[in-house]
Antibody, heavy 117, light 108 residues
C-alpha cells in the first residue's frame, strides 16, 4: 500500500534551518509529484510547494520563495523539504503528500517543527 | 491571484442531517477543485477531486458539485465519524492561496 513516512519532530532556534524527510513506498516514486503543506496550531492548511521526483522540477509558493528548498532522492524514494531563516511563525506541522493530477491523495503523518529560543 | 472562500466557517449539525458546505473561487478554476476532511491531530484525507469525483474508499454519502467559481460538498446523512474540518483546494494554480479557510462541522 502507498505510504509516506516523515521524519520526527524538530526543535530549532530562530534563524536556523530545518530539513524534513518524506520516505515513500508502495508506488513508483517518480510517477507522482510530492506536495508540501504546513499547518500552524489551530490554523488552516497552507500550500508550500511541490517537487516532481522524475525531473526534479519544483514550484514554490511566493511566500516561501528563497527560504524553502524541495529536493528528492530517487535511489531512496525520499523527498525533502528544507526551510531556512526560521522564526516563531514557522512553528507548525509540516506534511508531505503524493500529488495525483493536482489533488493530494496520500499524506505523511506530519512533522512538528517548533521554533523557540 | 485566485482566492478561495468557504461558508459557513462553522456548522453545527446532528447525526442524520444533510450538510452542505460551499466553496467559492475568485476566478474560474473550471473543475480543478478537491475536498479534504481533517480530524484533530491527523493529516487531511482526500474526499473528492475534480470537483465531483469521489475518491476510492470514500463513503457515497459524500458528494461534490459545481464548476467555474462555485462548488459544494454535500454529506447526505451526517454520521458520527463525519464531525471534522473540511477544506476545499483549487489546483488550477497552486499559488498563492490554494486552500480555503476550512469549515468545521461540530455537534449541534
Amino acid at each position: 500500500q502507498v505510504q509516506l513516512v516523515q521524519s520526527g519532530a524538530e526543535v530549532k532556534k530562530p534563524g536556523a534551518s530545518v530539513k524534513v524527510s518524506c520516505k515513500t513506498s508502495g508506488y513508483t516514486f517518480t510517477t507522482y509529484d510530492i506536495n508540501w503543506v504546513r499547518q500552524a496550531a489551530g490554523q488552516g492548511l497552507e500550500w508550500m510547494g511541490w517537487v516532481n521526483p522524475n525531473s526534479s522540477n519544483t514550484g514554490y509558493a511566493q511566500k516561501f520563495q528563497g527560504r524553502v528548498t524541495l529536493t528528492r532522492s530517487t535511489s531512496s524514494s525520499t523527498a525533502y523539504m528544507e526551510l531556512s531563516g526560521l522564526t516563531s511563525e514557522d512553528t507548525a506541522v509540516y506534511y508531505c503528500g503524493r500529488g495525483r493530477a493536482g489533488a493530494t491523495d496520500h499524506w505523511g503523518q506530519g512533522t512538528l517543527v517548533t521554533v523557540s529560543s | 491571484d485566485i482566492q478561495m472562500t468557504q461558508s459557513p466557517s462553522t456548522l453545527s449539525a446532528s447525526v442524520g442531517d444533510r450538510v452542505i458546505i460551499t466553496c467559492r473561487a475568485s476566478q474560474s478554476i473550471s473543475s480543478w477543485l478537491a475536498w479534504y476532511q481533517q480530524k484533530p491531530g491527523k493529516a487531511p484525507k482526500l474526499l473528492i477531486y475534480r470537483a465531483s469525483t469521489l475518491e476510492s474508499g470514500v463513503p457515497s454519502r459524500f458528494s461534490g458539485s459545481g464548476s467555474g467559481t462555485e462548488f459544494t460538498l454535500t454529506i447526505s446523512s451526517l454520521q458520527p465519524d463525519d464531525f471534522a474540518t473540511y477544506y476545499c483546494q483549487q489546483y488550477k494554480s497552486y499559488f498563492p492561496e490554494a486552500f480555503g479557510p476550512g469549515t468545521k462541522v461540530d455537534v449541534k
